[in-house]
């Protein structure tokens, strides 16, 4: 399971790692966008599910069920994808309850898990931050992080107009005001919309932290150590993970290597690692800075959003 915010580079690193022999990979099973049956599953938890060790929940449990033995999907799906139609980049699924979504999610719920096993599963997730540890505590899973410098992440989520930088599914949940925010004496965001963009890359850019602190044997790894040798380093992955090195993966890495903007998986890798002092502005830096001070988070420094200085994690 590789887990990471958004725009932090998990897509790529998924699809080279899916590149390996014997995997199954899976880009966010868990994501509503990309599954309509993680609709139903999610509806009580939301898009960021809250739940911890010991705790339990029947339908998002089953969810996970499924995405472990390989995520299959059939006609139900097809026909849900149809209901939720064009509308599905800009619906939320913020515990919204209007018909279209509900339909969309009722038809797709529920997946049994595969009956054969798929082979190993490579699969990836970036709304599974606050449930990640009840995760590893209900299933057998070995764990990626993927963290990327918060300056990166928050030019990227600007310039596509990220839609889980507009919505408030996480400042306005009384769960995680409770498992977070108050135990950190962190205030809320004002009206401030790049400010509300900062506060949600400091709330789970903090958890994940956190959660990753307490399990040293997850691997970790920083997208800007892998934007610069690309394959070397993954090789390196590749042997940690205990997963086979293909010339497949080799491929897509080379192919994927040339300029590209958006949501195109296209890059040349060694021009992303400090893109941000290029892309983002001071105003907006200044309160991307203040605003992640506000949380608990260790891995970057206030010389890390320094203009000339190196930042890698």
Avoid at 28 to 57: C, F, M, S, W
Avoid at 107 to 120: D, E, I, M, N, T
Avoid at 154 to 165: F, T
Wanted: aromatic letters at 8%.
């Amino acid at each position: 399971m590789i887990v990471g915010l958004p725009r932090s580079g998990t897509t790529w690193t998924v699809e080279v790692l899916g590149r390996a022999d014997g995997v199954r990979r899976i880009g966010e099973p868990d994501n509503e966008d990309k599954h309509p049956t993680a609709i139903h599953a999610k509806r009580k938890l939301g898009r960021y599910p809250v739940i911890g060790p010991g705790e339990d929940d029947r339908d998002y449990r089953r969810l996970w069920e499924w995405i472990l033995s390989g995520a299959p999907e059939g006609r139900r799906d097809r026909i849900a994808h149809a209901i939720l139609g064009h509308g599905i980049d800009t619906r939320l699924y913020g515990g919204r309850r209007d018909a279209v979504t509900w339909m969309g999610g009722t038809v797709a719920r529920s997946h049994r898990p595969a009956a054969a096993a798929p082979g190993r599963v490579v699969a990836k997730s970036i709304h599974v931050q606050l449930a990640l540890e009840w995760l590893v505590s209900a299933f057998d899973v070995e764990v990626l992080v993927l963290f990327r410098h918060p300056a990166n992440v928050l030019a990227s989520w600007m310039e596509v107009n990220l839609k889980d930088g507009r919505n408030s599914t996480l400042e306005t949940r009384p769960d995680v005001r409770h498992r977070y925010v108050e135990r950190w004496g962190v205030p809320l965001p004002g009206p401030d919309p790049v400010e509300r963009m900062c506060w949600r890359i400091g709330l789970l850019l903090a958890a994940l932290e956190e959660s990753a602190a307490r399990h040293p044997e997850w691997h970790r790894r920083g997208h800007e150590h892998l934007c610069a040798d690309p394959d070397t380093e993954f090789r390196r992955l590749y042997d940690e993970l205990g997963l086979t090195w293909t010339a497949e993966a080799a491929q897509y890495l080379e192919d994927k290597n040339t300029p590209g903007t958006g949501f195109q998986l296209k890059r040349v890798a060694s021009e992303l690692s400090d893109s941000w002092r290029d892309r983002l502005e001071d105003r907006y830096l200044d309160v991307l800075r203040t605003t992640l001070a506000l949380f608990p988070i260790t891995t970057w420094t206030d010389r890390d959003f320094e203009r000339g200085a190196g930042a890698e994690l």
